[in-house]
């Protein structure tokens, strides 16, 4: 993986794009439009803005004040979420039957927000 060089790309883009480009720039990926998560798990790369190859929470003096606070409740909050409920799509549809389209905005998002059944769990 190289390093994207901000400057070189920030100004032929709106900020909006600035993002989605970053994310599938072959310069810093293999493979850039596969959705493959995994590749960060042996990766070094930091996402609290110091490379910018993944900046979830922005970077420099506007990046998000909360990053610390995120990222020590994000386990806690998804686990709960996981532990409580068992997960359906409405009508019985299934993961292939999503429509994946993206919009843009400050972080890349579904152009059709993803509706989910929470079912209590209760053993
Ligand atoms: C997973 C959780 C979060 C993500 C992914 C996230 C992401 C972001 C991003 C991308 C920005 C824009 C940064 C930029 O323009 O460079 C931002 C700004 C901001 N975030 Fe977060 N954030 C998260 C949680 C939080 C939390 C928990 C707080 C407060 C407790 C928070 C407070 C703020 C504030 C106040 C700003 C505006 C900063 C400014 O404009 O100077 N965020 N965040």
């Given at each position: 993986m190289g390093n994207s060089r901000i400057e070189d790309i920030f100004f032929s883009v709106t900020e909006r794009e600035l993002q989605w480009q970053i994310g599938r720039d072959p310069k810093s990926y293999?493979?850039?439009?596969?959705?493959?998560?995994?590749?960060?798990?042996?990766s070094d790369i930091d996402y609290k803005g110091k490379d910018f190859e993944v900046i979830p929470f922005g970077a420099g003096r506007r990046g998000c004040p909360g990053i610390q606070f995120a990222v020590a409740v994000k386990e806690i909050a998804l686990a709960n979420l996981v532990h409580k409920f068992d997960w359906a799509l409405p009508g019985g549809a299934r993961g292939d039957d999503l429509d994946m389209t993206e919009s843009t905005g400050a972080t890349i998002h579904r152009k059709y927000p993803l509706k989910a059944v929470a079912i209590l769990y209760s053993c």
């Open positions: 293999n493979n850039p439009k596969k959705l493959e998560p995994e590749r960060f798990l042996s």
